[in-house]
């Protein structure tokens, strides 16, 4: 995993209350149970500091942020670099 | 009478030079009509619909998300004598699970001749927009219509004709459509002008408020529309990703009006607090109405406390009681009012023991804390009855049912749901409340419902699918919203006996694929589940499980868990 894709994975794990979890860049996230909604905008937050993009986020669906790999994929699709 | 006999009536007396709606999209972007413009617009996308053979009484569906597009379809279908319907557009937030299940069902319940999607709706969701015989989907065009002026022969509409269905919030209840005419909607909006003392040449409205939903459609969309006020509007999506953006919003447009449920109340100042924000001017606001979920003031204070010192006057924060069978508003706090909304203290014990509002200070020991919504509007009549019917005496909580010249007279295609509802012409609202020196105080949901982040969720349904998992013994399974003062709206704990001790060993294996089923079911994340041994349960004399003695025992055994909201009843 890239150090971007770890940081967000940790972020994740804190966030659901799991530190211990191991979470990769493949593991399903939404499709689980194990993020809900207010989480994935905790992530897309995240995912806008770690890639230095602002992610519009009425272009995102649930299921572009099932994963770590498809978090980052979505952001380089729909995100705009920030000022 | 109203003073304008339609919607469509009102809009065409609106001043044509007047900006209407702008939609912020970014600091860089941002899209603007005047009221002239959106007549144009709205003639365009008219005709568009008449294209597809849209005429008087069809039913239209708009899955389209936040912007003037919508807008101006919805208006164009009611231009035909249409009855437009917005229905919730998917995004990254709602579990497709949960989407697809409220979009089928409202879909069909409403039989649309056209459902109207924007060019980026989903494939993959596509399958579940029901298309009936006769139905047809089309993609709504991103400009807008055509850029001249269109000519189109307007239908003759009555004011007993409906005007569009909305939907009240829910999961099983998505499909409950509130069929409204135009009279109905306009003396709500006559009754909301008159209590706020609404100048549309100087009020301006701010909104994130989806328009699917009654708060955003008739306060943030009818109510400029007929009052002639400027609405700056941005999506709910941005809002939550960056809720500072409301604060600049009001400051850059100084706007004097927003609405918003409780929770943001809460989640503006909780989100912004560790940014380093501009000193943005909110000295325009009047009022910041607080609707939809039981008013807290506890919220209203966390809010006014962080945003006091950008010019936010105490007496801004205010209150209403809201559903969507009423149009909107039953009651308003009245505006200005120095302090914002009445609160009162009642003695707990009582409170508890007889349902009984007894008023006394702050700081006596086990005070409960109750904010007012507000007085009745004109022509409103409440009762408060108890569980057999009977009709209380005032600061006696209860039922509240509510009778209004602008009440629904049923939901769409549903005479079963709507006969539940109306008991002699009063509508049974489900929520528990009290009247007393003339102004109503919401108490909470009725019994079971559970209020999770502003959604209505029956515990029924979780339950059903929880049931569903093999190791739980059947029909054994009790859900429960309890509050969580850190996101101020209820989670969902669920409590499920398994069918033998041996099978708590694999606990945490099977509270996992209970969170999975009931979030791939209905879309809803669950806080906590608690398996419990064969027989935990507390059964009622039918051998039901029984909710409230379970809720209690539960409590019992997990004191950290029970942290009631100070203004909720116990």
């Known amino acids: 995993m890239s150090p971007e894709a770890q940081q967000i994975a940790e972020h994740i794990a804190l966030l659901i209350r799991k530190p211990d979890m191991v979470i990769d860049e493949s593991t399903p996230l939404v499709s689980s149970g194990l993020i809900d909604s207010m989480a994935l905008v905790d992530i897309l937050l995240k995912l806008e500091d770690l890639t230095n993009m602002r992610i519009p986020p009425g272009k995102v669906q649930p299921k572009d942020m099932n994963t770590i790999a498809l978090m980052f994929a979505t952001a380089q699709r729909v995100g705009k670099p920030r000022k | 009478m109203t003073k304008f006999r339609t919607l469509i009536d009102a809009l065409n007396a609106a001043p044509g030079d007047r900006l209407f709606v702008t939609a912020w999209i970014d600091e860089d972007e941002r899209e603007e009509v005047t009221f002239a413009e959106f007549r144009r617009r709205s003639r365009g996308q008219a005709k568009l619909l008449r294209d597809h053979h849209v005429a008087d009484g069809d039913r239209v569906v708009l899955i389209m998300p936040q912007g003037i597009p919508v807008m101006t379809t919805f208006v164009g279908a009611m231009l035909l004598g249409a009855v437009p319907a917005i229905l919730a557009y998917p995004n990254f937030k709602v579990d497709p699970a949960k989407y697809r299940h409220g979009l089928a069902g409202a879909t069909a319940n409403l039989a649309a001749k056209v459902v109207v999607i924007d060019e980026e709706f989903p494939e993959d969701l596509l399958g579940y927009v029901h298309l009936g015989k006769g139905t047809e989907l089309i993609r709504a065009s991103a400009g807008g219509g055509s850029a001249g002026e269109v000519e ?199 409170l508890r023991n007889n349902k009984c509002v007894v008023p006394v200070g702050e700081e006596s020991p086990g005070a409960v804390a109750f904010t007012s919504s507000g007085r009745l509007l004109l022509n409103h009549k409440i009762r408060i009855v108890s569980d057999s019917g009977a009709v209380l005496p005032d600061g006696i909580v209860g039922e509240i049912l509510v009778k209004s010249d602008c009440l629904f007279e049923g939901y769409y295609n549903r005479p079963d749901l709507t006969s539940q509802v109306f008991t002699d012409g009063w509508y049974r609202t489900g929520d528990l409340g009290f009247y007393l020196n003339g102004e109503l105080y919401v108490a909470g949901r009725k019994k079971d419902l559970l209020i999770v982040g502003g959604e209505n969720l029956y515990p029924q349904d979780i339950e059903e699918i929880v049931a569903e998992h093999p190791a739980v013994h059947d029909g054994r399974a009790v859900v429960m919203g309890l509050y969580n003062p850190d996101s101020g709206t209820e989670e969902i704990v669920v409590i499920a006996e398994v069918e033998n001790e041996q099978l708590l060993a694999h606990a945490t294996e099977i509270e996992q694929q209970i969170r999975n089923n009931v979030v791939a079911g209905l879309g809803v994340a669950v806080r906590n589940v608690f398996l419990k041994p064969p027989k935990w349960i507390v059964k009622s004399t039918a051998g039901k499980a029984a909710r409230s003695s379970t809720r209690d025992k539960f409590l019992r055994e997990h004191p950290e868990l029970n942290i009631e909201p100070q203004e909720t009843l116990a």
């Open chain 2, 152 to 350: 189109l022969a307007e239908a003759t509409i009555q004011p007993d004709s409906l005007a569009f269905i909305q939907h009240s919030a829910g999961t099983t209840g998505l499909q409950k459509g509130v069929a409204l005419t135009h009279t109905a909607v306009l003396t709500q909006l006559e009754h909301l002008v008159a209590r706020l003392k609404i100048d549309g040449a100087t009020d301006r409205v701010y909104s994130w408020l989806p328009l699917y939903h009654d708060m955003g459609l008739i306060a943030c969309f009818m109510l400029p529309m007929v009052s002639y006020m400027h609405v700056v509007m941005q999506s709910p999506l941005d809002w939550v990703m960056h809720p500072e953006t409301m604060l600049q919003i009001m400051d850059e447009y100084r706007c004097t009006l927003a609405w918003l449920p409780n929770f943001a109340f809460q989640f503006v100042p909780r989100r912004t607090r560790q940014r380093a924000l501009p000193l943005f001017d909110l000295s325009s606001v009047r009022a910041v109405i607080n609707c939809s979920e039981p008013v807290r003031s506890s919220s209203m204070k966390e809010f006014h406390e962080a945003f006091a010192s950008m010019g936010l006057k105490s007496g801004a924060l205010q209150s209403c009681y809201a559903m969507a069978e009423n149009v909107f508003a039953v009651t308003q706090s009245d505006i200005p009012q120095a302090s914002g909304p009445t609160r009162i203290w009642a003695d707990g014990p009582r």
